[in-house]
């Protein structure tokens, strides 16, 4: 009974996330703050419902929802929702939660129409190791989805500026300086957790399977991406790849980052294919 409850709450959280984007897409057209602060109001509302929904829905089963693919979504859409939030109360970013509250509302249409397979129980999937990584990994990967964001207006906000005719999202955007600060600060926040992430995975793997690596494939994707991330803050630094360049790459690695978390597991298995079946 508790997990239908929890199934409810669920479905409740996705119209409100849905309702959240149509108050930013308001604001997005109209520039006017009450549409902004009905949809931040709205997000916040929605985070909230969805942590009771996992709360729910932990306390009944003892496990906490990631047994499968549409379960792992929702985890993922709960991070992406709690790292906007702190980027927006730290930042003020308003016209981020436009992306924001649509890749909310997408991940989450999705996790609710694709078929939900039978949560399979296993006692591995506990522990302090299991939930840090689990928990680490999936605020890295929002905090990293919200750099892709930054970087995709912050090539709207450059092309309007380059060709001097300034179109619909000119007036819109903030300045490209604090659209690259703005991705800096979420491209090392999402690094920082991606590379403890990874540590207490692997410490993870030792205590459950014995060693610390197995070349699974989803094992080798994480560390390409997190190759790939670690090259573009050395490039940032040393090579001075500030603005388009580091947009550009902060979009390429969230696709990597999709890939990785489902592409790996639907195409070709492995230890990690039990949350996505």
Same mark, same amino acid.
């Given at each position: 009974?508790?997990?239908?409850?929890?199934?409810?709450?669920?479905?409740?959280?996705?119209?409100?996330?849905?309702?959240?984007?149509?108050?930013?897409?308001?604001?997005?057209?109209?520039?006017?703050?009450?549409?902004?602060?009905?949809?931040?109001?709205?997000?916040?509302?929605?985070?909230?419902?969805?942590?009771?929904?996992?709360?729910?829905?932990?306390?009944?089963?003892?496990?906490?929802?990631?047994?499968?693919?549409?379960?792992?979504?929702?985890?993922?859409?709960?991070?992406?929702? $709690?790292?906007?939030?702190?980027?927006?109360? =730290?930042?003020?970013?308003?016209?981020?939660?436009?992306?924001?509250?649509?890749?909310?509302?997408?991940?989450?249409?999705?996790?609710?129409?694709?078929?939900?397979?039978?949560?399979? =129980?296993?006692?591995?999937?506990?522990?302090?190791?299991?939930?840090?990584?689990?928990?680490?990994?999936?605020?890295?990967?929002?905090?990293?989805?919200?750099? $892709?964001?930054?970087?995709?207006?912050?090539?709207?906000?450059? =092309?309007?500026?380059?060709?001097?005719?300034?179109?619909?999202?000119?007036?819109?955007?903030?300045?490209?300086?604090?659209?690259?600060?703005?991705?800096?600060? $979420?491209?090392?926040?999402?690094?920082?957790?991606?590379?403890?992430?990874?540590?207490?995975?692997?410490?993870?793997?030792?205590?459950?399977?014995?060693?610390?690596?197995?070349?699974?494939? =989803?094992?080798?994707?994480?560390?390409?991406?997190?190759?790939?991330?670690?090259?573009?803050?050395?490039?940032?630094?040393?090579?001075?790849?500030?603005?388009?360049?580091?947009?550009?790459?902060?979009?390429?690695?969230?696709?990597?980052?999709?890939?990785?978390?489902?592409?790996?597991?639907?195409?070709?298995?492995?230890?990690?294919?039990?949350?996505?079946?």
């Amino acid at each position: 009974m508790n997990v239908q409850i929890a199934g409810l709450l669920l479905q409740t959280t996705t119209v409100i996330y849905f309702l959240s984007m149509a108050g930013y897409a308001g604001f997005l057209v109209s520039r006017k703050n009450r549409y902004q602060k009905a949809g931040l109001y709205l997000l916040l509302s929605g985070v909230l419902l969805h942590f009771i929904s996992m709360a729910v829905y932990t306390l009944s089963t003892r496990f906490i929802p990631i047994q499968n693919l549409s379960q792992s979504l929702s985890v993922s859409a709960f991070a992406l929702g $709690c790292m906007f939030l702190f980027v927006q109360f =730290k930042s003020d970013f308003k016209i981020l939660g436009v992306f924001a509250s649509a890749l909310l509302s997408i991940i989450m249409g999705i996790a609710l129409l694709i078929p939900e397979a039978p949560a399979e =129980k296993n006692e591995i999937f506990k522990g302090f190791w299991f939930y840090s990584h689990i928990f680490l990994i999936f605020t890295g990967e929002a905090a990293l989805a919200l750099a $892709c964001g930054t970087g995709i207006l912050y090539l709207l906000q450059e =092309k309007g500026i380059k060709t001097k005719t300034p179109g619909f999202f000119f007036k819109r955007l903030p300045s490209l300086d604090f659209l690259d600060d703005v991705g800096y600060t $979420c491209l090392t926040t999402g690094f920082a957790l991606l590379t403890i992430g990874l540590v207490t995975g692997f410490i993870y793997a030792k205590a459950v399977w014995g060693r610390f690596w197995s070349w699974d494939p =989803k094992e080798v994707a994480s560390v390409g991406t997190w190759l790939i991330y670690a090259a573009l803050l050395h490039l940032r630094f040393y090579s001075g790849w500030r603005g388009r360049k580091s947009a550009i790459m902060a979009i390429f690695g969230f696709f990597i980052i999709i890939f990785t978390f489902i592409g790996i597991n639907l195409l070709i298995g492995g230890h990690h294919d039990t949350f996505t079946k």
